[in-house]
């Protein structure tokens, strides 16, 4: 009984350490300064075996902890594969306001939740860069569900509304991966030895 006991208690363990790498959402945790636009418009189109989404000219309509000059509109151009939209990742993206670049950077890694796409940015550029971190995170939130994976959903010569949100990534504190078996692995000695000891 106390090997079953402890066995599904590490059984846990792994399961709950090793669940985080199947996740396809970046996990990235995001503060101001932001810059956004509610009336994206999303252009994607399909040649195989890649795909390229990019949207030109989204109006900034709102910003927190900045203050770009006058007229300020969001660029980006992204390619991925369509095998998996997650690896072989190309592209960037800009900021332009009324004095020229604002904030531009590359693509680092791609993610994505239901009817939601992360790009993350780094190398950072422009008048407005110092405002920001060492990267930031661009939310594609569409209008029209498109479900869990919105890259699965996206069809050849698509355009799509989306609000776009620009913010700064803050750090994380770092969790050692093991630390949840390790955890596993304590508590099961710990009820082996005290079932032993009664």
Do not use: Q, W
Not at 105 to 113: E, K, Q
Not at 136 to 158: C, E, K, Q, S, T
């Amino acid at each position: 009984m106390k090997h079953s006991i402890t066995a599904a208690i590490m059984a846990a363990g792994l399961a709950f350490g090793a669940g985080g790498a199947f996740a396809a959402t970046l996990g990235l945790t995001t503060a101001a300064p932001s810059l956004s636009s509610s009336t994206g418009l999303i252009s994607y189109f399909d040649v195989d075996p890649d795909g390229d989404l990019s949207t030109g000219g989204a109006e900034v309509d709102a910003t927190d902890g900045v203050s770009p000059s006058g007229f300020t509109e969001i660029g980006f151009g992204v390619g991925f594969s369509l095998a998996d939209p997650t690896t072989g990742l190309t592209g960037g993206f800009d900021v332009f306001d009324d004095d020229g670049l604002f904030l531009g950077g590359d693509l680092f890694a791609v993610g994505f939740t239901e009817d939601v796409i992360e790009l993350h940015f780094n190398n950072l550029s422009g008048s407005g860069a110092s405002a920001f971190g060492t990267s930031v995170l661009a939310l594609i939130v569409f209008d029209d569900p498109l479900g869990a994976n919105p890259f699965a959903a996206l069809l050849d010569g698509d355009e799509l509304g989306a609000s776009i949100t620009i913010s700064d990534v803050v750090a994380p504190i770092p969790l050692p991966a093991g630390l949840p078996l390790l955890l596993a692995g304590l508590l099961g000695l710990g009820l082996v030895r005290r079932s032993g000891a009664g």
